[in-house]
């Protein structure tokens, strides 16, 4: 960004001067919607049990935000993400739909909408398939009924089935369905059942995460002990070598793609690119600036959304490139880093170690985490870092 567009930034917002939109080139957007029909006894995300008013001042509010924010940028990629936005009623998501209507969504590639499996039916994948979404992401999670109980989650292996039908039957043809192991009780081979039905519905994609034991939540708050490390790591070896065996690309830490699959807008993230987050608790990137919003959904509703934002030095948007961009298994590429940062990664960051260590690889003009320790990327960062 040129200095001229940031002095143009900066008056906007401090609220010096209104109505100057800074345009630069296509972005991202994240949009969180917090409601849930129910709460999961694992989940720490920013969420808030359905409640039919709160919904519509909630909209309301994040309409405002939106007309404050956005400066009009062509959108690339486009993700409703939550809680849960396909826990709307009807009503309400066309309220959404029009809130959308105020972004330039001409050049729109990726549309995703998350979703809880319980939620979908004819009707809202019609709905969703009309309005554009492209691409869903479904909450399944498990077919075991004891891992289901542990969450406080009832769905069958045939109810996903007969979503999985409609939703293709309507039109769509990318979805990704998320999967959780390492429930306490959970042996390899319920996840090997799990891995196998999940296969069986023929998702284009799937996000696999290792149960967190999150403080206040309902697992948390009751002292439930987190799986073996070891039998976590085995877990996560099978996943990425079933999967890969299935013709799944394996190219983020969680992520599995068929062929022209991976998700466009988390790549956006993991490449360091910048993305708007609109909504409570989100975080954006915007014209150099990180922001997160509160999670407050008192303050949100009354239009106090930014909790804080932070200008990003050199130095810093150097650090999020390899924090973000070894999740990715091609890692980073050498030259682009030179290109954004005018300076060689070799010479900021001391890689001698990882590198006599094969902990890092190169290979192709791309710096990356030997997949054999991707499992223990965090402590190899710290290493960098
Ligand atoms: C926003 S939810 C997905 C959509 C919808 N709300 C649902 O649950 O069906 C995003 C994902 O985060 C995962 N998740 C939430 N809490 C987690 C935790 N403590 N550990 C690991 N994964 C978690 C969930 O399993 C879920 O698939
Ligand atoms: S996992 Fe999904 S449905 Fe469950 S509480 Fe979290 S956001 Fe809501």
């Known amino acids: ?85 396909s826990s709307l009623q009807m009503k309400d998501l066309k309220y959404l739909f029009d809130i959308l209507k105020k972004l330039d969504l001409r050049e729109l590639e990726e549309f995703t909408f ?79 059942k799990d891995l196998d039905l999940f296969l069986k519905l023929q998702p284009d994609h799937i996000s696999t995460y290792s149960l967190i034991v999150e403080d206040h939540t309902k697992v948390g708050n009751a002292g439930i002990i987190p799986i073996p490390e070891e039998l976590d790591a085995s877990m996560y070896e099978y996943i990425v070598s079933k999967l890969e065996s299935k013709g799944f690309i394996h190219y983020e830490v969680s992520n599995f793609a068929k062929e022209g699959k991976i998700s466009k807008h988390n790549m956006q993230y993991w490449n360091n690119e910048e993305y708007y987050g609109f909504g409570l608790s989100s975080h954006g990137y915007i014209q150099g600036i990180r922001y997160q919003n509160t999670k407050s959904l008192t303050s949100y509703i009354k239009g106090k959304w930014l909790l804080k934002e932070e200008v990003l030095s050199k130095e810093d948007k150097m650090y999020n490139e390899i924090m973000l961009g070894f999740r990715k298994l091609e890692g980073i590429c050498l030259k682009d880093f030179f290109d954004k940062y005018e300076v060689n990664l070799q010479e900021v960051y001391d890689l001698k170690g990882v590198l006599r260590q094969e902990e890092i690889l190169y290979a192709d003009g791309h710096l990356f985490i030997n997949p054999r320790y991707i499992y223990v990327m965090n402590e190899i960062l710290i290493k960098i870092l």
Not at 28 to 34: A, E, L, W
Not at 47 to 59: D, F, N, S
Not at 166 to 191: C, H, M, Q, V, W
């Open 1 to 85: 960004m040129s200095n001229f567009a940031y002095f143009l930034f900066f008056m906007q917002r401090n609220g010096i001067i209104k109505m100057v939109k800074v345009v630069s080139g296509m972005e991202s957007v994240y949009i969180h919607i917090p409601f849930c029909k129910s709460i999961c006894s694992y989940c720490d995300f920013c969420k808030v049990l359905h409640h039919g008013p709160w919904v519509t001042q909630y909209l309301n509010a994040l309409l405002l935000e939106v007309n404050d924010r956005y400066n009009g940028e062509p959108i690339k990629t486009l993700y409703i993400g939550g809680g849960t936005p």
């Open 114 to 192: 998350e979703c809880n499996l319980n939620d979908l039916d004819e009707r809202l994948l019609q709905f969703l398939f009309t309005n554009g979404v492209n691409r869903l992401s479904i909450g399944i999670e498990s077919f075991q009924e004891e891992k289901l109980a542990f969450m406080e989650r009832r769905h069958t292996f045939s109810d996903a089935l007969q979503v999985m039908d409609l939703a293709r039957k309507i039109g769509f043809t990318n979805i990704s369905l998320d999967l959780l192991y390492g429930i306490p009780g959970e042996t390899l081979k319920d996840l090997k």
